[in-house]
């Protein structure tokens, strides 16, 4: 199966289609963002397209690299100076491809970030809630408190997250969404959820976390969202026949 390879737009318009990439208003361009070489037989995944992924993917010989966090965000300086020079460089330097999935990939119901998430800490999905139905909502059947939801989070996420509120308040229905959706905590709180996890954490939170009394269980942005780009990329790989490697640079927030 393996060492096969798959033409450039093969692999764009499969992940097109898997990841309905047309239907969200995001912040970015999802898709082929730098046009690498035709022919993709070895294909790498990072969570967001920094040097240090690049690097790695010139050395392991890649033709293609899957990210969540690409370029090209709404707003950010046009021109392609510093760092973003570097990067562009890198890979057209080595005719390497870029292909990123932002807002589809934490949206999708079998490989995407959150889907991935309720996977590691065995939720059970119950519901979605807030803008583009981002938000998740679940419960689990082995966890009685926020506390030992915590803990084994510390455990899967290989992370202290960092939680506001009442660790023995008791669980119903858990809402989570990966990344720096810290700001969905009011949409948790209407859509009825017990606690509340994301990425990142923002200095009023911690104030709607203490006053709703829902808390908040700030995980890692980059831990949370280790998962989807894998997913993602093991079925590509297996799709084709292609080789897929993920490298994970560590990023503590
Ligand atoms: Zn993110």
Same mark, same amino acid.
């Given at each position: ?42 294909? *790498?995944?990072?969570? &967001?397209?920094? /040097? ?7 050395? %392991?010989?890649?033709?293609? @690299? +899957? ?73 689990? *059947?082995?966890?009685? &408190?926020?506390? /030992? ?7 899967? %996420?290989?992370?202290?997250? @960092? +939680? ?90």
């Amino acid at each position: 199966m393996l060492n096969k390879s798959v033409e450039r737009e093969a692999l764009a318009q499969f992940l097109a289609s898997e990841l309905q990439i047309t239907r969200f208003r995001d912040y970015c361009p999802n898709g082929l963002q730098v046009e690498g070489r035709n022919t993709i037989k070895h294909l *790498v995944t990072g969570v &967001t397209a920094c /040097q240090a992924l690049l690097d790695k993917a010139v050395e %392991l010989s890649a033709d293609a @690299i +899957l990210v969540h966090h690409g370029y090209f965000w709404r707003g950010e300086d046009m021109r392609i100076v510093t760092q973003k020079q570097k990067r562009l460089k890198t890979l057209l330097g080595n005719d390497i491809s870029l292909f990123a999935y932002h807002l589809p990939l934490d949206h999708h119901p079998e490989v995407g970030n959150n889907a991935q998430l309720a996977k590691l800490l065995n939720l059970e999905v119950c519901g979605r809630f807030g803008e583009d139905e981002l938000g998740w909502l679940g419960k689990s *059947v082995q966890l009685k &408190t926020v506390g /030992q939801l915590a803990r084994l989070i510390e455990e899967k %996420l290989e992370r202290t997250p @960092i +939680l506001i509120g009442d660790q023995n308040q008791l669980l119903t229905d858990i809402a989570w969404c990966s990344g720096a959706a810290q700001n969905m905590l009011g949409a948790a709180i209407e859509a009825g959820a017990s606690v509340y996890l994301s990425g990142e954490i923002s200095e009023p939170t911690v104030h709607l976390a203490r006053e709703s009394g829902v808390p908040y269980l700030a995980c890692g942005h980059h831990a949370t969202e280790r998962y989807g780009v894998q997913a993602l990329g093991r079925m590509a790989a297996e799709k084709f026949g292609i080789l897929h490697t993920f490298v994970d640079v560590d990023n503590p927030v």
